[in-house]
DNA sequence: CGAGTTCTGTACCGATCGGTTCAGAACGTA
DNA sequence: TACGTTCTGAACCGATCGGTACAGAACTCG
């Protein structure tokens, strides 16, 4: 009975989430989500009532297609150092083997931390959960006696590892990968 | 013979530096600068040029005012593990001591890193010069055989610290006595 | 005091911001 | 084919952006 829509939310979404992604939320304008998009002003408030609206599926598209992928065999229950290794090991193969612009984006949510979350209440508590979800992660892969002190170090490594990105993706590679070393001496 | 400024430009550039170290550089304004520094646009334009200007002043007064002077003993010759401990600590103390509004402004460099360095070519030569300047300072106070390996892991704490200090200063206190707990064993 | 110079407040510039409105094209259904 | 609905393009909204022009207040010096 009604026209269908001639897009899908999901590619609209990723569509934003690469832009929000490379420029950061500000200097991403609506007249570069209608581009990238492909979808024009009217469209996209229709389909996601704001910038900020889009903004949050973006980030949560981030989550579910990126963050949380590379996550998962270290969450998974039994997961040991050698997760912890091959986990930051593809990061360093990421940050290597990926072209650079696009290894320059580094991470949306560790972006968006800086840019936003000291006064946004949602992107400090998106903030606050990635965090939280990725020294759970590496805590549950270690041994329970050094795990708290290591979580932390490591946890912070990934941090970095996805600021020096957006300087230099080589430099955030040669960090991922002193972090496995260091890591594989736990073993 | 003529009028004297009635400003110094060094109180003025203080000013806008906090501004830029709180919000951005995109989130602050004109009308905030003008503010902040109690200065009209037209003298800001006739003392400094334009906001870009002003920002670089500003990352200038940073690095000589606030990140040098806690740099300064690890850099000086003959530094060793005392100096690495003794910094790591001292970054701890200003996370925890320090009002937490404070405290979440992380640091300006770090900052600009993320939302500036991938587009802005001065913005991306003062990060580089920056964690060069981070690198070598913790290389040289190491023992030459692990300097270069764990002088990246500590490059990298203290950007983690000071991303994760715009989420929660606490936890970036603890991540920074983490990592001087790790130095310590170096000793 | 008065000349010379600098600083300051106001008002304004065009551009762009996020967001809205609405007429009509496009399409599925009957 | 004709109806009902949805999507789309363009034009427009007030607000704000960084930046400028200029007249006059403020001040130092001769």
Redesign the interface.
Known sequence: MARTRSFTTADAVRAARDQFW???Y??TSLADLERVTGLNRSSIYQAFGSKQQLFALAVESYLAEVAVPRLSALEAPGAGIDQVVEYLESLAAAMAGTPAPLA???CLI??T???R???DADA?TV??AY?DRLLRAFAGALPPETAA??A??L???V???L??A???PA?AA??AR??A??ARTWR
Do not use: Q, W
């Open positions: 490379e420029h950061g500000e200097a320059r984006r580094g560790v972006n931390i800086t840019e979350a000291a006064h400090h903030g606050i965090r002190h290591r932390e170090l946890t912070g490594s941090i970095a590892v600021v020096t957006r300087l230099t430099a040669t960090l002193a972090a070393i260091e």
